[in-house]
């Protein structure tokens, strides 16, 4: 006998077990030892059809759901009086396999296949919509603190990749904010006023214009760590912009 050994499918083998406990436990008189028992196995099995044993071995590859058609006709010959046993010769399907289907229509009278939709969100909608209120209004936050201010305002916790997972879903992302010089309206204004007077100007003008050194002073922090959430196309939203003097100076 062939064997498949790449076949994660053991009902048929359990089948074939079967056929022999019950052609054995047919015998007369019964085996009483195990030497008994290993001569009848081996004379049952020389006496059991080749072509059933060779179905068998083929069908072991085959390892498919029921579909809902066989479904019905197995429980239509089980409410004909029909055993689980006979079904399972006629129809070639394990009897365990027709024992839970029998067992599923007693109890909600449904056979059509459950299908399962995966483990369960761990975030409701209105806490999802919870996160993405907060980042919005404080989008420096990390995703710790989201995960904190969550879990205080509802009782859920979550970690830190399950809060980049649901504001990425509504198109929040984590990116470094652009930093500019901090300007009031009057510098705005002179700065654009020397430049137009300038704009014209030849290489040899500038030539004669002397550009002194420049020295770093920091007066406060300017870590480039810092991350704030934002949708894709808005970097220079001013919501986006953290004003820094140039060197991190104050």
Known sequence: MAWPAYSPNLNPIVKLWYALSRAVSSRFPLPTTLIELETALQE???????????????????????????????????????TQLE?????????????????RFQDDGNVSRRYSTGR??????????YLAVTAKRNRRSTASDLSRQLS???????????????LGQI?????????CVPLTATHCRLRLAWSREHALWTPQQWACVMFSDESRFSLQ??????????APGTRYHQENIIERHRYGGA
Request: net charge positive; proline share 3%; aromatic share 6%.
């Open 44 to 82: 049952e099995w020389r006496l059991l059809n080749s072509a059933v044993v060779d179905h068998l071995i083929e069908i072991m590859t085959q390892r498919t759901h029921l579909d809902d058609c066989l479904r019905g006709r197995i429980i239509g010959r089980l409410e004909c009086g029909r």
């Open 120 to 129: 369960p969100r761990v975030t409701t909608p209105n806490e999802d919509r």
């Open 171 to 179: 198109g929040l992302y984590a990116r470094r904010p652009v930093r």
């Open 87 to 103: 079904v399972s010769d006629e129809l070639g399907i394990a009897q365990s396999v027709i024992s839970r289907l029998w067992q």
């Open 221 to 230: 922090s300017d870590s480039r760590r810092t991350f704030i959430w934002r």
């Open 152 to 166: 205080s305002a509802t009782g859920t916790t979550i970690s830190r990749q399950t809060v980049y997972r649901r």
